[in-house]
């Protein structure tokens, strides 16, 4: 099993100089879930800059709220993924993921739309598409759901949040969990306890790789480096 370890996002206290650089040098880490494209279109001079300061991680790019959250999958979420993907050449080679955040106001209902730009997207490309979901509404935590993204060709996310179901899901024999808290969203910090556990249940559905980024904010350099040691312990 291959163990893929990392945060959302770098520039935070505990990294003493907030930069990709030292994260990548002094993280102890071997990936990275890249969260601020969610927000913005990074300029393509700084993806070039992160390419060559930590190509030797493996990234996870969440996908700009554009396509996901305000155009929903519909109207011109093609054109902006082309912009998008195409900003992100030069890390093309360390990008495993592209994460795909749902709303919490998507439901199932919404699958059309996202068939349509899955298929528009794969016409594009000669490729597998690299895709991962994350579903934030509770109709999705279903195994019909959980099926339908994996034929689809996602990876679908667990999350570890409160009010969402902790079920670990293996799609694609790989399992990629976000943990975003227990007590509350990005200010819980896991025990030992709750991480062993976790590795338990990753254990017993036997994935050929596992990513497990941590996006609860203090504690995340903390709890990524003590899950790290315990699942390549097992």
Known sequence: MQVFVGTSGWSYSWNEERNLEWYAKHSKLNAIELNMSFYRFPFPSVIKGWSKKASDL???????????????????????????????????QSIDFYLFQLPPSMKPESKKSIEDFVKKVKELKKDEIKFAIEFRNLEWFKEKEIRWAEKLGFVVVSVDAPKLPRDIYKTHEIVYLRMHGRSAWYRHEYSQEELKEIAKNI????????????????????????????????
């Open 58 to 92: 493996r990234w996870v790019v969440k996908v700009n709220k554009i396509i996901t959250h305000i155009n929903r999958f519909e109207k011109d979420s093609l054109e902006a993924w082309k912009r998008f993907e195409e900003i992100f050449s030069p890390l093309e």
């Open 203 to 234: 254990l017993k559905i036997k994935p050929t790789k596992v990513y497990v980024f941590f996006n609860n904010n203090h504690a995340m350099l903390k709890n990524a480096r003590e899950v790290m040691k315990i699942l390549n312990k097992i």
